[in-house]
């Protein structure tokens, strides 16, 4: 399986217009959060590789964009006590992740990854609130698995690289709940025949990324995280297609 190109890219346009695309890009910030903390580890475990330093670079620069977006936003001025808590941990979160990459960096990356991904969860949770319509509740959950994706990645690398003692609960956790939010979505009513397609899709890609996990896969440490953190990103890319499109079902 190949590796994909950084799904996180720089937009030509990223005003926010909609209530359904404020949950969705909020919902972006938590997955960004761990893929931040995720491509950090990447760097430390695989210095010579450029895949590591091009998802962090592009992941710090579009938190920080969406997070002015949000700010902005009208529909949500009277949410701007929360964004400006997720902002007081983006702060020294930003700089950290732009320190030199070494272990002991590592170990307080991923202890700040876990709060600034609550409050940015808290945000989303409040957005939902504000929308006032119970579709709003599936975008917040399908995006929460793009979340989950990046934080079983952070998770797996941590493990390999002997930063995080609690990275292997951590990640057989996220591992279930994954898998139990997959076919919660999958059995929802409000379903599109796209949006069927595209969580068969996703479910595939957790089916093979789970071999990585459970030993079934023969390969080098070098190689397993390869396949392992490229697939992770399928599933990544998977939801986000899916959370737009149940984005697009609000608006």
């Known amino acids: 399986m190949s590796v994909l190109s950084p799904l996180v890219a720089p937009q030509a346009e990223a005003s926010i217009k909609t209530m359904g695309e404020a949950i969705n890009i909020a919902g972006r ?3 960004l959060s761990q893929r931040i903390a995720q491509s950090y580890l990447l760097i430390g475990l695989q210095p010579d590789s450029k895949r590591g330093p091009t998802q962090l670079e592009r992941s710090l620069v579009e938190f920080q964009r ?25 702060k020294p979160y930003k700089a950290l992740a732009s320190a030199p ?10 202890e700040q990854s876990n709060p600034i991904l609550a409050a940015a969860h808290e945000y989303v949770g409040k957005l939902q609130n504000l929308s006032g319509t119970t579709k709003a509740e599936v975008i917040n959950i399908s995006g929460r698995q793009r979340m ?14 002997g930063v995080s003692n609690k990275a292997t609960e951590d990640l057989y956790n996220d591992l279930a709940e994954y898998e139990n939010v997959l076919g919660y979505l999958m059995e929802s009513d ?7 397609t595209q969580l068969n899709k996703v479910k595939g890609y957790f089916n093979y990324a789970s071999q990585g996990f459970d030993g079934v896969m023969e390969l080098s440490e070098k190689r397993l995280i390869y396949v392992v953190t490229g697939t992770t990103d399928y599933m990544l890319r998977g939801m986000d297609v899916t959370t737009k499109m149940y984005a697009n079902l609000l608006n």
Not at 66 to 90: C, R
Not at 101 to 110: F, G, P, R, S, T
Not at 148 to 155: D, G, H, P, V
């Open 29 to 31: 910030q938590r997955m």
């Open 101 to 110: 990459v070494n272990k002991d960096n590592a170990v307080e990356l991923i």
């Open 148 to 161: 989950l994706s990046q934080r079983i990645a952070k998770n797996f690398l941590a493990q390999h690289w």
């Open 66 to 90: 969406n997070l002015d977006d949000l700010k902005a936003f009208p529909p949500a001025k009277s949410l701007l006590e929360d964004i400006s808590t997720v902002e007081d941990l983006w």
């Open 190 to 196: 409000i379903n599109t025949p796209a949006i069927n």
